[in-house]
């Protein structure tokens, strides 16, 4: 086993390196997403790759780990706010391929649609 230990920065090229690396060779590529402090500086450097050119996130889809119940998505605290903000209002992504659980009316049902979402795009 090999153990490296990294910068913030280190982390941030490495994760954003390898998510540019799979979305170039896989254009269906599905993402699994983050919210909080800890992913924005791979979003920033995701940004930028898209800004250079280095990758277009057209084709590809995405899946948010979680969100606040009650909050509309219009809320600067929900975290599809969140991510609009940090990454999907500054690269070529369709937002209808972004996916955030939705935290409004019956959520046990919204969870429910939201796993059976998942498992429909490969799990």
């Known amino acids: 086993m090999e153990i490296r230990v990294l910068t913030a920065q280190e982390i941030n090229d490495e994760v954003s390196s390898r998510i540019v690396s799979l979305v170039n060779s896989n254009k269906n590529a ?5 919210t909080g402090s800890t992913p924005v500086g791979v979003y920033k450097k995701l940004i930028e790759a898209y800004k250079n050119g280095e990758v277009s996130f057209k ?32 690269i070529d992504i369709d937002k209808k391929n972004t996916k955030v659980p939705c935290g409004l009316g019956d959520v046990k049902a919204n969870a429910i649609a939201y796993d059976k979402a998942i498992d429909e795009a490969g799990g």
């Open 30 to 34: 599905i993402l699994g997403l983050a």
């Open 59 to 90: 084709t590809i889809r995405s899946f948010n780990l979680d969100e606040y119940i009650g909050l509309e998505e219009t809320n600067d605290q929900s975290y599809r706010y969140f991510m609009n903000n940090n990454l999907s209002d500054h």
